[in-house]
């Protein structure tokens, strides 16, 4: 069965049918990677939307069945709303929380409740159990290109601060990586 899933990630919005498993930055240029190079379906920068849940209605017209969330906020409740029956929410961060004293994420209860929507919260520790098969399978899958490895590398210690700083404002493509010293 096919399935909607929805990922967020700091400032863009990922989409993507399933079966099974699945400095400052110019917005569109992440964009287009996750559609070119990547393979997504769809993708948009979520802080450009006024209004969030209309969006999402836009690009899943069937609702959203799969919710990977790293943002919170206004991006989860939008998801919430726009959830099919027994969706799932996987919730690893709430990204719009660590850095602004704004509102927290409120998604609304009645329809988690009505919907019978999971929403699941994890850490890494969760799954030391199964580390060396996630290293194996994802050293596969990169050596097989199933999976495409996207690094932001800065170099030398003064790149430190603002590569960490970068992290909450989206100003990184793929993972962020300071370089120390060349050997």
Not at 31 to 42: Q, S
Not at 60 to 73: A, E, K, L, R, T
Not at 151 to 176: C, M, Q, R, V, W
């Amino acid at each position: 069965m096919e399935e909607a899933l929805i990922i967020t990630n700091r400032s863009i919005v990922i989409k993507t049918h399933i079966n099974g498993f699945p400095k400052e930055t110019d917005f569109e240029l992440k964009v287009e990677l996750l559609k070119g190079k990547l393979g997504f379906d769809d993708a948009f920068n979520y802080k450009e939307e006024a209004d969030l849940k209309a969006t999402l209605r836009k690009h899943f017209p069937h609702g959203i069945d799969v919710y990977f969330d790293s943002v919170g906020g206004e991006m989860l409740e939008a998801a919430v709303a726009n959830m099919n029956l027994f969706g799932r929410v996987a919730a690893c961060g709430a990204i719009s929380e660590y850095t602004g004293s704004g509102r927290k994420a409120a998604p609304d209860m009645v329809e988690v409740i009505y919907r019978r929507i999971q929403i699941q919260g994890f850490l890494c520790p969760d799954f030391l159990s199964v580390h060396s098969d996630f290293i194996s399978a994802t050293c596969d899958h990169l050596r097989s290109e199933k999976m495409v490895s996207v690094e932001d590398i800065s170099t030398g210690l003064e790149s430190i601060p603002s590569s960490f700083a970068g992290l909450f404002h989206g100003s990184n493509i793929g993972k962020t990586i300071v370089q120390i010293a060349v050997e």
